[in-house]
């Protein structure tokens, strides 16, 4: 059996904790901390080579935890590092849920940086790892781009539901009486911007109301008049709340709108940056109707070399597009939750590219109609994440033909 050196790191904005683990989970030396920084990131090299030599391991394998992007400087220098080079060392970016799980048989362990260290490091000696860390990595510029937009979509979500609770406040009867098919729209915005309380849009005549809806909506409204009825009856079955009050909902109302404002256009300009910087790259994707250059480019970015997955099984277990079943004896639950235990990212980026695909793609929206009836609950999500095997064998396809691709420039 080879001796292996397991190393687990716990890293923070200061510095980090390091554990040195043998292959009985005893510890090689102290643990030892270290700034987070570059000339100690050199010193943590050199003393990992140390032990290596002087106690006569065969190889290493070194983990920290995936935590914001605290540990991405380190973890990439040490999966680069020449010098480590020769021990052909396997590095991981450990999920903080694996830890934190693993960390549960030993109740007895207190919560500090050094056993946070060697939870780690014990995790390591525990095998069944994720995919290890790539150190070269052509497509991180469009990951950080990809994930970035992540993030942005995620802002204007919350944004627009703090949003829509705030509308409560000011129209109780807006959303459920819905004068207009899209909130958000310019129309709808203008008539939660413009009317101070449901007193004044109930006042307000119908032809006025008309006028309003045909000059916002720029003459697009098939039925400018009923629109006009259903507003006056959102000011009519609207709860009236104090003027005061009133004014404080309203300012918060079109500051929450320019936040959101200002997200979206942000996030259209990561989508532009994102649509160049994957152009640089082979890819077929792209060809299939409805998948345009923004999800293409999620599902390239984050499955990076395809070579690690045997299999669109495992491609989809990376994505935690899997099912856990739940048996006991003669007892089968009907109903099973999801994993979501894998790349949040990826799994993000391969069902919206699998929505687009239902909207627009006649073949597959055949699919997700069929996947669609087979299920008592949940009919949307389930729908298009139950088509997972068809979902990861596009990434998975696409990515074997980005690599031949690359392998033939």
């Given amino acids: 059996m080879p001796k292996i050196l397991y190393v687990g790191i716990d890293a923070h904005l200061k510095s980090n904790t390091v554990a040195f683990l043998d292959n009985e989970g005893n510890r090689v030396i102290p643990c030892f901390s270290l700034t987070n920084n570059l000339p100690e990131a050199e010193e943590l090299e050199k003393r990992i080579i140390a032990c290596l030599k002087e106690q006569g391991f065969d190889g290493v394998k070194i983990a920290t935890e995936a935590t914001a992007l605290l540990d991405s400087h380190l973890i990439d220098f040490l999966a680069s590092s020449p010098r480590l080079a020769p021990y052909l060392p396997e590095v991981y970016q450990l999920n903080p849920k694996l830890t934190k799980a693993f960390k549960k048989a030993y109740p007895d362990k207190d919560k500090t940086d050094v056993i946070d260290a060697q939870v780690i490091a014990d995790r390591l000696r525990f095998g069944h790892l994720p995919k290890g860390y790539q150190s070269h990595q052509p497509y991180l510029p469009l990951r950080r781009l990809c994930r970035y937009r992540y993030h942005l979509v995620e802002a204007i979500s919350r944004e627009k539901d703090t949003f829509l609770g705030y509308l409560f406040l000011k129209y109780s009867s807006f959303r459920s009486i819905k004068p207009f098919s899209n909130t958000f729209g310019k129309t709808s915005l203008s008539v939660i911007s413009d009317f101070f309380s449901p007193d004044e849009l109930a006042s307000t005549s119908l032809e006025e109301l008309v006028s309003f809806a045909i000059e916002k909506g720029k003459n697009r409204f098939v039925d400018p008049e009923q629109i006009a009825q259903t507003l006056q009856r959102v000011g009519r079955e609207s709860y009236r709340i104090r003027p005061a009050l009133a004014s404080s909902v309203n300012l918060i109302l079109g500051s929450i709108l320019v936040t959101i404002r200002a997200l979206e256009k942000s996030l259209a300009e990561i989508d532009k940056a994102i649509a160049r910087e994957f152009a640089a790259f082979p890819n077929t994707l792209k060809s299939i109707k409805g998948i345009g250059p923004v999800y293409a480019a999620g599902i390239f970015s984050e499955i990076g070399d395809i070579k690690r997955f045997k299999s669109q099984i495992q491609l989809a277990k990376f994505a935690g597009l899997t099912w856990r079943k739940r048996k006991s ?29 239902r909207r627009h793609n006649q073949e ?5 109609e069929k996947k669609y009836i087979e299920v008592p609950k949940h009919q949307h999500k389930r729908a298009l994440a139950l088509s997972r095997k068809e979902i990861s064998q596009i990434g998975h396809s696409f990515s074997l033909q980005r690599t031949n691709c690359i392998n033939l420039k």
Avoid: D, P, Q, V
């Fill in 329 to 357: 004896g003669n007892f089968e639950a009907e109903e099973t939750r999801m994993t979501k235990t894998g790349n949040k990212y990826l799994r993000y980026y391969l069902i919206e590219a699998a929505n687009s695909l």
């Fill in 364 to 368: 597959y929206k055949t699919f997700y």
